[in-house]
């Protein structure tokens, strides 16, 4: 840990989380924090628990051990107003098909804290929805789909993001793209937390926090 | 202000399971669509013995009620769970035992009214004699929330389980008994011409202390299927 990590307390902090699944650990005694402008990113091999860790750390599975602090506190006492600070992209959209992309960002948008000035046609541009916001759902390509899932992410004021493998089906144009969007969320004192199978391609400033579950 | 975009969480919710349940209807007639023709069968079944389909009438009535809302039970969080919704709505900066709450009278207006409404007419072919009729109403209307309520609770438990409609109905089942049990009491008591305020005054209770308590049991059941 680097001299300037030790001095100024992390924002969001897990220490000596441990996992268990079906009789098997996962990992153990894993501790790290996150600050503002830091993007945590997990490797390892397949079934090595990174999942089970973004839901850890969303607060939806609880650890087997160890403590999770949102600002000093606990999230699991904090409850709505820790969710209120994190996205959660998981492995299935959670769009509904019989929605338009305009309703299923407004639902979004309703179910975080209310905030004023993020325009939802507006996050459609940025993903690159523009001229879908009227199609259901049902209609959009696997890859549009995932890009209004990420589209998600930017109708509430969400501190930290939590992404399960973000890029999943998109092209290789749009995995630059969210790139761009996630280092800009970073770039604006944000927080993240994700897991990939690409090669993240985000620039210097950008600091990662990498942990290997695999190499423990 | 936080109070505000609670109201708003709610009615958004609300809103957006209606639109789904419009445009997805064919779905959504099905347990009426059972309802009608349970009862509508039973008269044919018996024969013209109009003493005998008097006297089952009232439990005909609500033997159907209970098994179209267990029918209907599944589609509560099935789709939510299957697509990833419900993680976002656990992760929702509102109560979830509020957005749960939603869900549920959507499911009621959904399923149940739909009941109340064509009640009338099913009581006039199963010979229920038309002073009885407000308090069939009253019971349904007292009654089928009661059983959306009861429901949501069991369905959250079971919505993680590959097959679990078996347990479902286990679960659930014994709990729909006593409104059962009251509601039909209160009809033939009605038929009879004695007043029927305590049974109501039971149904009622029902109703208020599940309102209360089924939400939280179900935001607390929805956490254990997810984790």
């Given at each position: 840990m680097t001299a300037a990590a030790t001095n100024t307390a992390?924002?969001?902090?897990?220490?000596?989380?441990?996992?268990?699944?079906?009789d098997r650990v996962l990992f153990e005694d894993l501790s790290f924090g996150i600050k503002p402008g830091q993007a945590l990113v997990l490797e390892g091999r397949n079934g090595s628990g990174k999942t089970s860790l973004l839901r850890i750390l969303c607060g939806i599975r609880l650890p087997e051990s160890g403590k999770l602090l949102w600002e000093g506190?606990?999230?699991?006492r904090l409850g709505p107003e820790f969710h209120e600070h994190i996205a959660y992209l998981g492995h299935k959209d959670g769009s509904k098909l019989d929605l338009t992309p305009l309703e299923n960002l407004r639902i979004a948008q309703g179910l975080g804290k209310a905030s004023e000035g993020i325009d939802l046609d507006e996050a459609l541009d940025q993903?690159?929805?523009?001229?879908?916001e009227d199609v259901p759902t049902r209609n959009l390509s696997a890859g549009q789909q995932r890009r209004l899932a990420i589209a998600r992410l930017l109708v509430t004021d969400a501190k930290l993001w939590i992404l399960d493998e973000p890029f999943t089906s998109l092209d290789r144009k749009g995995i630059e793209h969210m790139e761009r969007l996630f280092e800009g969320h970073l770039n604006r004192g944000g927080m993240a937390a994700m897991t990939t199978h690409h090669r993240i391609g985000f620039k210097d400033e950008v600091q990662l926090v990498r942990i290997n579950l695999s190499e423990r | 202000m936080s109070t505000l975009s609670l109201?708003?969480?709610?009615?958004?919710?609300?809103k957006r399971d209606l639109v789904l349940a419009y445009r997805r209807r064919a779905e959504l007639v099905?347990?009426?669509l059972f309802f009608v023709l349970v009862t509508a069968m039973f008269p044919l079944g018996i024969g013209n013995d109009a003493k005998l389909i008097e006297a089952?009438?009232?439990g005909v009535i609500w033997v159907a009620a209970l098994l179209a809302a267990l029918l209907s039970l599944d589609s509560m969080f099935r789709s939510d769970y299957d697509d990833g919704s419900l993680e976002q709505f656990m992760l929702s900066a509102h109560p979830v035992s509020i957005l749960v709450l939603a869900k549920i009278l959507a499911h009621w207006l959904v399923t149940g009214l739909p009941l109340f409404i064509v009640a009338p007419l099913l009581a006039v072919l199963l010979n229920i004699p038309a002073s009885a009729i407000p308090t069939l109403m009253l019971t349904l209307i007292l009654g089928t929330p009661v059983l959306s309520l009861i429901g949501s609770v069991g369905v959250a438990l079971t919505v993680g389980l590959r097959r679990g409609g078996v347990i479902l109905s286990i679960l659930v089942l014994p709990l729909y008994v006593p409104v059962l049990i009251f509601a039909t009491d209160a009809v033939k008591t009605a038929i009879v011409g004695i007043p029927t305020t305590a049974q109501l005054s039971i149904l009622s209770a029902m109703l208020v202390g599940s309102l209360v308590l089924a939400p939280m049991a179900t935001a607390a059941s929805l956490r254990i299927s997810l984790s």
């Open positions: 992390a924002t969001y902090e897990a220490e000596s989380l441990a996992c268990i699944r079906d506190e606990d999230i699991f993903v690159g929805l523009y001229g879908f | 109201t708003s969480a709610f009615s958004l919710l609300l099905n347990p009426m089952v009438g009232p």
